[in-house]
């Protein structure tokens, strides 16, 4: 007998939200997760980051894949020329995709927070220890394996030309598991902020399996995005084209996990 359960294994929804996680995914409960509220009162700022900026190679012009997960959309990279150092990094991490979390409305959305001040959709760049794994996968299961770089998104008037290049695939991804290839020169460095000053701390995947394998480097400084380009985002489904559902039912207005107590870790900061 088949149960063919449309509900997803876990997600954003009361049934099957963050505070579910846990009970299918243990690591969920541990004492390294993320999101974390970003105290800055707790921030040190020792001399270990000084000098120490974080960079970051990323090619121009390179073939992607962007995919509807589910939860969201993803961006595979072929991350062959990429590279990612410096900072709280002892290695060179190569990127591996990116994505975004957002919520139903402007005022909520990021994951990590500042002082308690969500921001409207908060950027991953997805990064793994290729100097000491030999795989994502791999290094996904290690505590120095994965590096994500964290971009809060505030609203602006004018639209993010570079997400654009990805906004304008996003018709083609509606459903759950439908993906679309594409070759555009993305220039990564304008989907970061100006400013390289960031907080940094040990951590985890923010969605199951919640692996605490990542060291998190987020930017103090967000970068906008319009309505018009985050309603886009809101629009995507989390079910697949052959789930007959109402048209309205199974948008994915919210992806984001709420922030986990920072617990006993050092949390530090580079730049004012
Ligand atoms: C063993 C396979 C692990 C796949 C992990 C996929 C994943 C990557 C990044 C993030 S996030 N939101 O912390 O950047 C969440 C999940
Ligand atoms: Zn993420």
New binding site residues.
């Given amino acids: 007998l088949e149960i063919n359960t449309m509900s997803l294994d876990w997600g954003y929804t009361d049934d099957n939200g963050p505070s579910t996680w846990a009970e299918k995914y243990p690591l969920a409960a541990g004492a390294r997760q993320?999101p974390v509220d970003i105290d800055t009162s707790k921030a040190t700022s020792d001399n270990s980051l000084v000098d120490r900026e974080i960079d970051w190679s990323y090619p121009s012009n390179c073939s992607y894949r962007i995919v509807n997960t589910g939860y969201g959309w993803r961006v595979d990279t072929y991350g062959d020329d990429t590279a990612l150092s410096g900072g709280p990094l002892s290695e060179v991490y190569k990127l591996e995709?990116f994505?975004c979390?957002w919520g139903a409305t402007n005022d909520e959305g990021s994951?990590h927070t500042v002082d308690g001040k969500s921001y409207a959709a908060e950027l991953?760049l997805?990064h793994w220890n290729s100097e000491k794994y030999s795989s994502f996968?791999e290094a996904?299961?290690q505590p120095d394996g994965?590096a994500?770089l964290g971009v809060f998104m505030e609203i602006g008037n004018a639209d993010n030309a570079e997400l654009e290049k990805i906004i304008s695939l996003i018709p083609k991804i509606i459903h759950k598991g439908q993906d679309s290839q594409a070759s555009f020169d993305l220039d990564f460095g304008s989907l970061l902020p100006e400013s390289k000053h960031y907080w940094t701390y040990l951590g985890?995947?923010?969605?199951p399996?919640c692996?605490e394998c990542?060291i998190w480097t987020v930017f103090k400084e967000p970068i906008t995005i319009s309505e018009r380009q985050l309603e886009v985002f809101r629009s995507l489904k989390s079910v697949g084209e052959e789930d007959a559902i109402e048209p309205e039912e199974g948008k994915l207005v919210k992806n984001y996990r709420p922030p986990l107590p920072l617990g006993n870790r050092v949390l530090r900061e580079c730049g004012p």
């Fill in positions: 993320s995709q994505h979390h994951e991953h997805v996968k996904a299961s994965l994500v985890s995947l923010t969605t399996p692996n990542v």
